[in-house]
């Protein structure tokens, strides 16, 4: 079992920013190819909002496209989120996401809230 461990979120203005965190909690034996970040709005359905792979290659939701900025940090087993110009659309429980050795994991979620 791999337990991924989030941190960062919060409440914003609309037009404001935070930033997410995710921490593989321990050393894993196959390197990390790929890592990424869904949300599940209110009432709705969890969503893609980014990945990227191990060799920096980024992929984004349209809805997140130019606001949003995914990163990776190797030797840290580290993915973050950076989001800016928050939109109350964007509030939703954030959750980050390994695939790994044939299975998924994810993250504790946190809150991420824009306020209008």
């Known amino acids: 079992q791999v337990q991924l461990i989030e941190s960062g979120g919060g409440s914003v203005q609309a037009g404001g920013s935070l930033n997410l965190s995710c921490e593989v909690a321990?050393?894993?034996?196959?390197?990390?190819?790929?890592m990424g970040w869904y949300r599940q709005p209110p009432g709705k359905e969890r969503e893609f909002i980014a990945n990227?792979?191990?060799?920096?290659?980024?992929n984004y939701a349209a809805s997140v496209k130019g606001r949003f900025t995914i990163s990776l940090l190797i030797n840290k087993r580290t993915t973050a989120l950076q989001m800016n110009s928050l939109k109350p659309e964007d509030t939703a429980v954030y959750y980050c996401?390994?695939?790994?050795?044939?299975?998924?994991?994810w993250g504790q979620g946190n809150q991420v809230t824009g306020s209008s």
């Open positions: 996401n390994l695939p790994y050795n044939r299975d998924y994991y």
């Open positions: 321990e050393r894993i034996f196959h390197p990390i190819s790929i």
């Open positions: 990227i792979i191990s060799a920096g290659s980024t």
